[in-house]
């Protein structure tokens, strides 16, 4: 069985891009980019407490789940959500969906997944994905950051949604409520300009691991990281550490930040035109903010590659300016939208 | 960054995909393909470095009889102390006790099922080591890019 209707959509991130394709499959067009900016889903967290393999957690984006249960509350849909406690039971009720021509977003951990690429196989549990269909003993997968859609045998996704450990998904799978009236007409200038507000009062909550002042505190610590008595060994990976949560985890390029200037420049035509102009120049200007990480992230690389006096400042300089230009950004936006 | 900007540097760690970057064409954005970041690479590689090095060095001291085989699978399935605990359910320092050969050689088939079924591996399995250290565990053609 198979939904014969449905689109396989090739996105950056995984929330975002499963519930673009899932909306989009009920007729309601909302790209990547605009759910991720309805969702307030932008932020940067420094959490030196919680270890991933051995390193600070280092975050550009809301915890998961952020981006699907936001982005139901805005348009006003409800997702049927169900975890389980056996995985037959699970593997069940997917297959009853899936007889029903319900398309079924899985929470999987990206380890056990067959068909990812062997080098980002790591124990991440909230990896989002879609299921379109079921061909014998193999269900046909639509993974919002492969290019195709794939199919992955039976055992392996019973064992990729039920594995335990931080985040454990517990089988989580979610389908639209159908039940409920879908609203095709919905306004979007006050949904974007209150989920830019709250961004940015995310970015410049007075917490020192969050948001800007996050930015800057991960700056100091690379500055701080010359003198430290740790081995050049664990320098190193610290080092590769951050430019590997900025880039490697799906975000679009720049840790999420070209996808929220993506979503600035689609909003601004929602807009009167002195707040459009308002809107493309801040959505310029986080580009041009993002260009900087990129820049952070190469000029990073290289002061691993050769761990130099000079180069821990002037990574630590950079990561300042991006710092001091998130927090006029955002500023800036604040003002747009009142 | 704009679309002719963004990198196409083939990088191996993608196993021969590609990633959607967004990026704009004469200021409007756009969403693109990439097929690797050699700086992305770098970060990569490094991180799956350190991992084939301590896996390696595990299984030369499990093989030398310093270490229960659990040291070796534990990094072979690229958990470490913490993520292990997390997904098995024994408290870290436990896992360190199981760590010494002795001890280990001790656990009963309950306790050897909760490491078996994390590693999706038979008791037996879990009990020795493999002649020869299997690409971290996985198979996947990492290599042949």
């Known amino acids: ?9 090739h996105t950056a991130h995984c929330e975002s891009g499963v519930m673009s394709t899932l909306l989009k499959h009920y007729g309601l067009d909302f790209s990547e980019p605009m759910l991720f900016g309805l969702s307030s889903a932008l932020t940067f967290a420094y959490l030196p407490m919680i270890k991933v393999s051995g390193m600070p957690l280092i975050a550009y984006r ?10 139901c509350k805005k348009l006003g849909l409800q997702l049927n959500m169900y975890k389980f406690s056996s995985p037959a039971q699970g593997m069940q009720k997917l297959d009853l969906a899936l007889q029903n021509n319900q398309l079924v977003g899985l929470q999987t951990s990206v380890f056990w997944l067959p068909y990812m690429p062997e080098a980002l196989r790591f124990h991440f549990n909230a990896h989002n994905i879609l299921v379109y269909g079921k061909k014998d003993d193999h269900y046909l997968i639509s993974d919002p950051v492969m290019e195709n859609p794939v199919a992955c045998p039976r055992i392996d996704l019973e064992r990729a949604r039920f594995a335990k450990g931080a985040l454990a998904g517990k089988g989580l799978m979610y389908t639209l409520d159908l039940s409920k009236p879908i609203n095709h007409c919905i306004d979007l200038v006050p949904l974007i300009r209150n989920a830019i507000v709250k ?23 690379i500055q701080k990281l010359k003198k430290s008595r740790k081995s050049d060994q ?26 929220y200037a993506s979503f600035l420049q689609q909003s601004a035509y929602y807009f009167p035109t002195n707040q459009q102009t308002l ?55 604040i003002k747009a939208m009142k | 960054m704009d679309v002719n900007q963004i990198p196409q540097d083939k990088s191996k760690t993608y196993g021969g995909h590609a990633k959607i970057i967004y990026a704009t064409t004469e200021g409007k954005y756009t969403s693109a393909t990439s097929d690797g970041w050699q700086d992305e690479e770098y970060a990569t590689l490094q991180a799956v470095n350190a991992l084939t090095e301590q896996t390696q060095h595990a299984y030369d001291l499990v093989k030398s009889g310093q270490k229960s085989p ?44 909760r490491y078996a079924q994390a590693f999706n591996l038979s008791i037996e399995q879990l009990k020795q080591l493999p002649d020869q250290i299997t690409s971290n565990g996985i198979n996947d053609s990492f290599d042949e890019h």
């Not at chain 1, 069985?1 to 959509?9: L, P, Y």
């Not at chain 1, 009062?201 to 917490?207: D, H």
């Not at chain 1, 320098?235 to 951050?242: A, C, D, S, V």
């Not at chain 1, 799906?250 to 996808?259: I, L, N, P, W």
């Open chain 2, 70 to 113: 659990l040291f070796y699978y534990m990094f072979a399935y690229r958990h470490d102390v913490t993520s292990l605990a997390q997904t098995s359910g024994f408290f870290r320092w436990q896992i360190r006790r199981h760590l010494n050969l002795k001890i280990f050689n001790q656990l009963s088939d309950k306790k050897l099922m």
């Open chain 1, 234 to 259: 664990y320098k190193k990976l610290y080092l590769g550490h951050i430019v590997r949560m900025q880039e490697e985890i799906g975000t679009g390029g720049a840790g999420f930040r070209y996808m």
């Open chain 1, 199 to 221: 961004n940015a009062r995310q970015m410049q909550a007075p917490l020192p691991f969050v948001g800007i002042k996050g930015i800057h505190l991960l700056a100091n610590r």
């Open chain 1, 1 to 9: 069985m198979t939904i014969e209707s449905f689109q396989h959509q």
């Open chain 1, 279 to 333: 809107l493309l120049d801040a959505a310029k200007f986080m580009t041009d903010i993002g260009d900087n990480w990129r820049r952070f992230a190469s000029r990073t690389v290289k002061l691993c590659r050769n761990l130099s006096e000079n180069g821990f400042y002037d990574v630590a300089q950079l990561l300042h300016q991006v710092a001091d230009d998130e927090k006029k950004l955002w500023q800036m936006l």
């Open chain 1, 62 to 71: 809301m915890p998961p789940k952020t981006i699907i249960r936001n982005s």
